[in-house]
């Protein structure tokens, strides 16, 4: 399945912004096939675990704070190509500096609330899609 699964959350401040079916119509029309999804309210705790690779960094803190503040919705992508694909979809971290027309472009607040996470390899889609789903809702 390399390739051809990719991760995606729709964060709080784009959730709470009423933007999750927009967005979602940008990933279906680019494509994209959601083979699980799911809108839940992380605790700091989970928060602190999917992000675990950012802890020590000065902006962790203030991340779990944001991802945990509302509800998120946790989507798993399949198409070919889906990383980049997806990559190229959302846009730059930095919404000013994301090109025209991505969702970044047009959802995001700021660079943390920037509407939307992304995997960003094959082997962090399917850690941070086991992360949210079993086996058996997407596979």
Do not use: C
Not at 7 to 23: E, H, L, Q, R, V
Not at 77 to 85: R, S, T, Y
Not at 100 to 110: D, H, P
Request: no cysteine; net charge negative.
């Amino acid at each position: 399945m390399a390739g051809k699964i990719t991760f995606t959350m729709i964060k709080p401040s784009a959730f709470k912004s009423n933007y999750t079916g927009a967005i979602l119509k940008m990933i279906n029309e680019a494509g994209f096939v959601i083979r699980a999804m799911k809108t839940i309210k992380l605790t700091k705790e989970q928060a602190g675990a999917f992000y675990a690779i950012h802890e020590g960094k000065p902006f962790y803190e203030t991340l779990v704070e944001f991802m945990s503040s509302g509800p998120i919705v946790a989507v798993v992508l399949e198409k070919e190509n889906a990383i980049e694909d997806y990559r190229t979809l959302i846009g730059a971290t930095n919404p000013e500096k994301a090109a025209e027309g991505t969702i970044r472009k047009l959802y995001a607040v700021n660079m943390q609330q920037n509407a939307v996470h992304g995997s960003d390899s094959d082997e962090n889609a399917i850690i941070e899609s086991d992360f949210f789903f079993s086996k058996t809702e997407w596979i």
